[in-house]
C-alpha cells in the first residue's frame, strides 16, 4: 500500500479503474450465477410441489382402505412420464410414511423395506423425521440434510383433519452442481469479455481523469525557481470542482506574478535613482573643469601660436571635451516646464522628423492618435520622449518590420497614456529591469542614454514607464499625469 501510496496519478487512477471494473464484472457473474442456481431451485420446488400436492390428494383413499398396491402404484406414476422425470427435476425416489413413521411404500422397496425404520437405513432421516410438516401450513416442507446429498420435499397426507402420513420426496443435489459449473463458464467468459470490452475504456477514462490533475501538479512544479510565462501554464477549462482549481491556480499565478513585477519596479526605481543621484554628481563635478579646459582652448585659439600642428592638437581635444560635454549633459536632463503644451500638431512633426529612419528600413508605421486640443505638458519634453521611443523601436525592428504608436488621454486617471509598439527581437525578463539604466543598450548601434534619457524625463514629470516583452512583439507605455491649469 505504501508503495501505490506513492504512484504517480498517471497510473493510479487507470489502475483502479481496472480494479473497479474487474470486480464489477466479477460481482455481476456471480450474481447471475447465483441468480441462476435459486431459480433452478425453486423451480424444482414449485414442481415438486405440485407433483407432490397431487400424489398425496390420491394417496388418500387407498391408505384408508389400506390398499398397499395402489399406493405403490401412484408413486410410480411419475417415474413413467419422461417430461417429470427430467435430469435435472425428477426425483431419485418417493417415500411414503404412515402415521407412525414407519415405511408404509417406497419406490425403491428393496432399499427401503414396508414398515421399517428410515432412520435405520439412512441416518440423515433422524433429521427429516424432527421436522415434519405442520398440517396447518400451506407450503411444503423443504429439508437439506447436512449428512445427505439430496434434497427431500415433506408433504402431508391428511383426510378431514387426521394426519395419515408423510410424502417425501428425494431429489438429488447433483444437477445444482451441474448447472452450477454451466453458469460459472458462462459467467467466466461473460466476464472476461466485458473485461476485455471495458477495460481498455476504463485506462483511457482514468488517464482522461487523471490529466487535468498532472497538469496542474506540473504547472506547481514549475511556479519555482522562477514564476512561468502565462502562455507556459497549459490547463484544462472547465466548470468542475479540478477546473475551479485551475481557475483559482491561474489566479494566483497572475496576482504572484504581479506582485513580482511590483518587486522589480521597486527595486529598479530604488537603483535608477540612486544612479541618478550619482551621475548627477558626477556630471556636476566634471561639468565644472570641463568648462574651464574648453575655455582655455578657446582663449588659447585667439591669443596662442597659431601654428598648423598646435591647432590640430587643439582641435582634437576640444572635440573630445565637446563630446563629454554632449555626454554629460544626457545623464543630466532637467525638465522645462515654460515650453508651449503638447498638441495634435505635435505628433505630426515627430513622423515627419522619424520619417527618413523609417524609409530607411522598409518599416510600416502605424498607430492611433486619440487626442483632441491642447495637453497640459511641456511639448518639447513630451516630443523628446516619443522620438526617443520611436528611434529605439525602429533600431530594434527587421527590414519590413511594424511599429505602431498610440496616444490616447485616459480621462478616468488623468493620464496622457503613450504606447510605442514594435516587432522587434523579444527582451529578455532579467534585462527588463536595468533597460533604463545609463550605457545599457537594448541594440548594438545604440549609445544607451535614449532610454535613460526617457526615463529621467518621465520620472521629473510624475509619469510612469513600464515595458511588457513577448516574442515578435515588445510595447513601451509612458503614462503622464496631465497638469491641471
Excluded at 431451485?41 to 390420491?58: E, P
Excluded at 414398515?115 to 416442507?141: G, N, Q, V
Excluded at 528611434?391 to 527590414?399: D, F, H, K, M, R
Aim: hydrophobic share 40%.
Amino acid at each position: 500500500m505504501l508503495y501505490l501510496k506513492n504512484v504517480s496519478l498517471k497510473y493510479k487512477i487507470p489502475l483502479r479503474v481496472t480494479v473497479l471494473v474487474s470486480v464489477t464484472a466479477f460481482i455481476l457473474a456471480s450474481t447471475l450465477v447465483y441468480r441462476g442456481i435459486e431459480d433452478l431451485r425453486s423451480n424444482l420446488i414449485a414442481n415438486a410441489d405440485r407433483m407432490g400436492r397431487v400424489i398425496a390428494d390420491t394417496l388418500v383413499q387407498p391408505m384408508l382402505h389400506d390398499d398397499v398396491w395402489r399406493s405403490l402404484e401412484i408413486i410410480n406414476t411419475p417415474f413413467r412420464i419422461p417430461e417429470y422425470h427430467a435430469p435435472d427435476q425428477g426425483a431419485e425416489y418417493i417415500l411414503i410414511l404412515n402415521a407412525a413413521n414407519k415405511v408404509y411404500v417406497a419406490t425403491q422397496p428393496e432399499h427401503f423395506p414396508m414398515l421399517s425404520d428410515p432412520a435405520a437405513i439412512e441416518p440423515h432421516y433422524t433429521e427429516i423425521l424432527k421436522t415434519l410438516p405442520d398440517l396447518r401450513k400451506p407450503a411444503p416442507t423443504v429439508i437439506e440434510p447436512d449428512q445427505s446429498d439430496n434434497l427431500f420435499l415433506l408433504i402431508p397426507i391428511q383426510s378431514d383433519g387426521m394426519r395419515l402420513g408423510t410424502l417425501v420426496m428425494s431429489y438429488p443435489k447433483s444437477p445444482f452442481a451441474s448447472r452450477f459449473y454451466t453458469l460459472a463458464q458462462g459467467a467466466i467468459l461473460t466476464t472476461l469479455l466485458v473485461i476485455i470490452i471495458l477495460l481498455p475504456l476504463g485506462m483511457y477514462w482514468g488517464r482522461k481523469m487523471a490529466a487535468p490533475l498532472l497538469q496542474l501538479s506540473d504547472a506547481m512544479r514549475n511556479i519555482t525557481p522562477n514564476l512561468p510565462e502565462p502562455g507556459e501554464i497549459v490547463l484544462e477549462e472547465s466548470n468542475d470542482e479540478i477546473g475551479q482549481l485551475g481557475k483559482a491556480f491561474k489566479g494566483m499565478l497572475a496576482e504572484l506574478r504581479e506582485k513580482e513585477q511590483l518587486q522589480q519596479q521597486v527595486i529598479s526605481s530604488n537603483r535608477l535613482a540612486a544612479i541618478g543621484r550619482l551621475t548627477a554628481g558626477i556630471a556636476h563635478e566634471i561639468n565644472n573643469p570641463l568648462g574651464g579646459m574648453l575655455n582655455a582652448i578657446s582663449t588659447y585659439k585667439r591669443h596662442g601660436n597659431q601654428d598648423a600642428l598646435t591647432l590640430k592638437t587643439l582641435s582634437i581635444l576640444e572635440r573630445g571635451l565637446i563630446q563629454i560635454r554632449e555626454t554629460v549633459a544626457a545623464l543630466l536632463v532637467e525638465a522645462k516646464s515654460k515650453a508651449r503644451p503638447f498638441d495634435r500638431n505635435d505628433v505630426e512633426d515627430i513622423r515627419t522628423l522619424i520619417q527618413p529612419d523609417v524609409k530607411a528600413k522598409h518599416i510600416n508605421l502605424t498607430g492611433e492618435i486619440d487626442i483632441t486640443g491642447i495637453q497640459s505638458l511641456p511639448s518639447t519634453l513630451v516630443r523628446q520622449v516619443i522620438i526617443n521611443l520611436l528611434l529605439n523601436a525602429v533600431q530594434a525592428t527587421q527590414e519590413h518590420g511594424q511599429v505602431r504608436l498610440d496616444i490616447h488621454s485616459d480621462n478616468g486617471n488623468g493620464n496622457l497614456v503613450i504606447d510605442v509598439t514594435n516587432s522587434g527581437s523579444y527582451i529578455p525578463r532579467e534585462k527588463v529591469a536595468y533597460l533604463f539604466e545609463p550605457f545599457i543598450s537594448r541594440n548594438e548601434t545604440g549609445s544607451g542614454l535614449g532610454l535613460w534619457v526617457i526615463y529621467q524625463i518621465v520620472q521629473q514629470l510624475g509619469g510612469l514607464v513600464s515595458v511588457q516583452s513577448e516574442p515578435d512583439e515588445t510595447r513601451f507605455t509612458v503614462q503622464l499625469p496631465l497638469q491641471k491649469n
